[in-house]
């Protein structure tokens, strides 16, 4: 007979025996018990950061993932992933685990390629110890930090400028067109050579010889058949040479559809070279005398007057046989184009020189060309807000000795340093945010970009994050601490990248991080001739000794010592 009490005991132990059953048929199938709450991460971080981009990290960063649960451990190597961008190579990471394996603590195996992209990817194959998938994968792009290691042996200032100068020159040397000896447009250009770029070359010639990098009868030479060439072989339109020449015909190449003609402000460039030449090559020497003579003969032929179209009170840009005044561009400050009017005010055939109405109403628009505001402290004289790329301020000013100088409307002392100080202040400002901007790595102007693009980067909606090293090099004059601080920087920080056979490459971006392959003749060329001027002055003192350009700019208001 049995008892309740036994009847109770023999329920329990059933109830015991199903337990024991069903547990070993769940085990047996490999299932879990449900997990109440998704499984995801809490916190992601790199050196306690926690924003999707970051720029300038370490190279052997900290990474910190915080879950809501322990981690499977066994599938952390695939699900956290680090590879670098541009190579699609993945870096292995060293794991250690805290809090109960619900923290994740990461660091590169190997210390990570300098100012490299990666991207730092936690997947949602990741599961909990408990099987769950990670419900909220996500990633973060990193930019790696500069190498600050010097790439180069360290020399004096002096040294380094001599240095910058000379490999700079080979481009207008080495490179120059084997048949006219012009600058070629840049150094993927073949016959294409540039006529504003060959001024500027010929101002480098110039600045060769003063230095011994060449021979006086090598650069004499040299700028013989540039002016035999320019003399007897280029089309010209009124005196005015084409934008792009054929460096083995002569023959114009179109710049453009409708700009295959006369271009008033490359010419003006070029002339700006070739009287600064004139004045160099003085002595009683046959190639010399000739050179001299020609110079003359093609400052003589350029119908400034014809530019005004019609005799209107300000000078165009261009004109063509076939499209006529079709692209209608008048060449009104401010802008890089002083040099035209004041060598159309210079111009030796009274029947060729405009008179001062068309710089006061077509260059000056009547004082319009004022700015007067202020940016970072300093007041512009003149031009756009922020004062634009910074080549407004050199290329007419490798010849145009802007100190002291002075007419109706700025100081263009002021002009040339303030505008170059607004642009280096601004880059240190940096409102959109660029990598790598900074008291060092300063200067926007136009320059080659990524793609395959050009750009006026300039303060401003033209700010692409370019830095241009011809920018701060080229304004050495203006701001000799800052360019010089600045050039230091892209030969010795980023000279494996930037410094190539004919000086510093035309542009770079850290951000992405890119730097261009190419040298340009516009670039280039005011580098060697503004470390010139600051230096010695040479090419200033030249060019402002043209009686021409004494009396021309005299006749326009300018005042200057130097006139």
Known sequence: MICKADNRYLVVQLLLLMVFVGCKKNNGGGSQPPVSDPFKVLSFTVNGNAAATQNGISRTPAIKL?????????GVSAGVTLTQSSTGTATGLQATYQNGDSVLLLQPASALTPLAKYTLEVKNILTSQQGAALTNGSSINLLTVIDSSDKFPTITDDALLNKVQQQTFKYFWDFGHPVSGMARERNSSGDIVTTGGTGFGVMAIVTAVSRGFITRT????????????????????????????????GATIPFSTNDNGGDLVETALLMEGLLTARQYFSTADATETDIRNKVNTLYNNIEWNWYRQNDQNVLYWHWSTDKGWIINQQISGWNEALIVYVLAASAPNSANRIPPVVYTNGWARNGAMKNNNIYFGYTLPLGPDLGGPLFLEHY?????????????????????TNHTKINYEYCIGNPRQWFGYSNTCWGLTASDIPNNGYNANAPGNSDLGVISPTAAISSMPYTPVESMNALKFFYYKLGDKLWGDYGFYDAFKLSDPWFASSTLAIDQGPQIVMIENYRTGLLWNLFMSCPEVKTGMKSLGFQSPNL
Do not use: E, M
């Open 66 to 74: 915080s879950f809501n649960a322990p981690v499977n451990r066994s």
């Open 218 to 249: 090598d650069g004499a030479a040299r700028v013989s058949k540039i002016v035999n060439f320019l003399s007897n072989q280029c089309s010209t339109y009124h005196g005015a040479f084409a934008h792009w020449i054929n460096g083995s015909t």
């Open 396 to 416: 007419s000013f490798l010849g145009i000795n802007p100190n002291g100088l002075t007419d109706t409307y700025a100081d263009y002392k002021t002009q040339v």
